[in-house]
T-cell receptor, first 112, second 115 residues
Framework: GESVGLHLPTLSVQEGDNSIINCAYSNSASDYFIWYKQESGKGPQFIIDIRSNMDKRQGQRVTVLLNKTVKHLSLQIAATQPGDSAVYFCAERPGGYQKVTFGIGTKLQVIP | GAGVSQSPRYKVAKRGQDVALRCDPISGHVSLFWYQQALGQGPEFLTYFQNEAQLDKSGLPSDRFFAERPEGSVSTLKIQRTQQEDSAVYLC?????????????FGQGTRLTVV
């Protein structure tokens, strides 16, 4: 079947553990950031977003942290489940633009 | 259905053929985006529509790529004289509003293989 995970960095975690996926972004003008989850054969699915005037935002089982000083984003998934297995992309939008730039994805493998 | 629908799901084209890829966005969504995703890579922006107006086409790789959304709903991405490097998944996304932080919903994509 199709795979979006070829040659991507891979993170393997035990079911029930917490996962942390990191991302470095490039554009200091970006003021809006998004994490997407992409399962094989599907389009990206929105997980959580954060604006540049925040440094942390929490959702259901997920937390995004933003460090603008070093241009770094992270996605924390609590109590990782097999259904969380997918490729995760961070994305950024420069202020005033609709265009979203995706980063290099990370493949998350959950070990049952 | 309630989601973004793309057709065909798979397309095989001989090099040099023209192809047309269709996107049906979520009803009422103002913004529509096309992305190209090569195998093992992240999606790359191609073009953006707000209603029927194409406001950004900076990501279209060559003049062989053309997109339209004549009535502000369905959009078509056309690729003329396809080449092997055009092989990729073409993703369409739509969002309700114009605001930067409006969530975009993606379709499943059309996988184009040029042989």
């Amino acid at each position: 079947g199709e795979s979006v995970g070829l040659h991507l960095p891979t993170l393997s975690v035990q079911e029930g553990d917490n996962s942390i996926i990191n991302c470095a972004y490039s554009n200091s003008a970006s003021d809006y950031f998004i994490w997407y989850k992409q399962e094989s054969g599907k389009g990206p699915q929105f997980i959580i977003d954060i604006r540049s005037n925040m440094d942390k935002r929490q959702g259901q089982r997920v937390t995004v942290l933003l460090n603008k000083t070093v241009k770094h984003l992270s996605l924390q998934i609590a109590a990782t489940q097999p259904g969380d297995s997918a490729v995760y992309f961070c994305a950024e939008r420069p202020g005033g633009y609709q265009k979203v730039t995706f980063g290099i994805g990370t493949k998350l493998q959950v070990i049952p | 259905g309630a989601g973004v629908s793309q057709s065909p799901r798979y397309k095989v084209a001989k090099r040099g053929q023209d192809v047309a890829l269709r996107c049906d966005p979520i009803s009422g969504h103002v913004s529509l985006f096309w992305y190209q995703q090569a195998l093992g890579q992240g999606p790359e922006f191609l073009t953006y529509f707000q209603n029927e107006a194409q406001l950004d086409k900076s990501g279209l790789p060559s003049d062989r790529f053309f997109a339209e959304r004549p009535e502000g709903s369905v959009s078509t991405l056309k690729i003329q004289r396809t080449q092997q490097e055009d092989s990729a998944v073409y993703l369409c996304a739509s969002s309700l509003g114009r605001a930067v932080n409006t969530e975009a919903f993606f379709g499943q994509g059309t996988r184009l293989t040029v042989v």
